[in-house]
């Protein structure tokens, strides 16, 4: 396994870090409290030291099942990092009321990695307005809290706007080959680096889509790669997307929600390589050709301008077109959906739009938004 070392952390962190927003469940759908307890002591057995979870995820039951897997000696063996669910807040109470409750469940006296979660503008202004930071800042002076940081899925402007605002000690965005100029992108990723700011990276995988279910046309340009020597060996797409995280500078760690021993191990040997973080021109080509084959099967050639916006409604327009290309693109994959329905929030899906058709007349690719729209509520039920 290879390691690094946060900039303001004495202590070594996993390369790869696991990301407990995927557990394993049960026949009926449920998540299985008894599997996720072995599978998180498993990996941090085999060396993976970092464990993220969310307010949210699995209704709570994330939170307490790594709390019952860090007993027995596990808690001192792993960096600890949960997320304010900032979108709940309502006053500065509830900001203590969670982060107390977070507490509880984990039963642990200190969260090592703090992150303000989900920063969106909606999200920042909160966070500006509820206090939350002076409140982290007490709570990390009463040795509470270890580190403060925050999770993005905005906009690049807006993620400079926050990595200026404050004297993070790290933060934690979603990027992969195919994601590279979206939310905080690429010169996001550098920016905070320029600023001395550890990167977390979220979603390398993209959700699992750029590894389930890969399109024949896909997986022939990786196969063409190992035929023509381009690399030694076979390398599976898991592979692909990890390496050239890892080569990005910057990069402090990379979270995977592996919720299997298989994917564990598979993305342990990965992360095991000493050539890891090493891609040569002829393998960025490679990748760069994977991005195009996913590209060209994007139904609604949006390109983000943001010219439609804003919304009467407050809808983000560019952002559910972007998770309906990305539903045809990886073949109605589950994960689309539930990051439909989790992050875009209630009362911001398709089915809320007006079909005032406001959108539609500003667009400079002339795209049926409307019409666009009602698709994205058929197709994803809301």
């Given at each position: 396994m290879q390691y690094r070392k946060f900039r303001r952390m004495d202590r070594e962190n996993s390369l790869l870090g696991m990301g407990v927003m995927r557990l394993p469940q049960d026949e009926e759908g449920r998540v299985d409290s008894e599997e996720g307890v072995r599978l998180i002591r498993y990996a941090i057995d085999k060396g993976i030291n970092y464990i993220d979870t969310g307010f949210t995820y699995h209704g709570g039951r994330s939170e307490r099942i790594i709390g019952e897997a860090l007993k027995d000696g596990y808690r001192d063996k792993v960096i600890l990092a949960d997320k304010m669910p900032i979108w709940l807040v309502k006053?500065?109470?509830d900001v203590d009321r969670y982060f107390n409750k977070q507490l509880k469940?984990?039963?642990v006296d200190c969260i090592d990695m703090y992150l303000v979660?989900?920063?969106?503008?909606?999200?920042?202004k909160k966070t500006k307005k509820y206090n939350v930071l002076p409140y982290l800042?007490?709570?990390?002076?009463?040795?509470r809290i270890g580190h403060i940081g925050f999770s993005f899925h905005g906009d690049l402007d807006l993620f400079k706007e926050v990595i200026d605002a404050y004297d993070w000690e790290f933060c934690q965005i979603q990027l992969n080959y195919l994601?590279?100029?979206?939310?905080?992108t690429l010169e996001g990723l550098e920016y905070a680096r320029s600023k001395g700011i550890d990167v977390i990276v979220m979603e390398p995988l993209k959700g699992g889509r750029i590894t389930d279910k890969v399109p024949d046309s896909v997986q022939k340009i990786w196969d063409d790669a190992v035929a023509a020597g381009t690399v030694s060996g076979d390398r599976t797409p898991a592979e692909w997307a990890f390496r050239w995280v890892a080569s990005q500078p910057g990069v402090s760690l990379i979270l995977s929600g592996m919720n299997s021993t298989s994917q564990l191990d598979e993305n342990i040997a990965i992360f095991s390589r000493d050539d890891l973080t090493?891609?040569?021109?002829?393998?960025?080509?490679?990748i760069d050709r994977v991005a195009e084959e996913y590209n060209s099967k994007i139904k609604y050639q949006c390109t983000g301008c943001g010219y439609c916006m804003p919304c009467p409604k407050k809808l983000d327009i560019p952002g559910v077109i972007r998770y309906l290309n990305n539903w045809y693109a990886f073949d109605k994959n589950p994960s689309t959906r539930m990051e439909y329905d989790t992050w875009l929030g209630d009362g911001f899906h398709g089915s809320d739009c007006i079909q005032c058709g406001e959108c539609e007349k500003k667009c400079p690719q002339s795209l049926p938004i409307p019409a666009i729209m009602?698709?994205?509520?058929?197709?994803?039920g809301k």
């Open positions: 006053s500065e109470e469940r984990l039963d979660h989900n920063i969106i503008p909606a999200n920042w800042e007490k709570q990390k002076a009463e040795g994601d590279k100029d979206e939310q905080a090493e891609m040569s021109e002829e393998e960025l080509a490679v009602r698709e994205a509520a058929e197709e994803f």
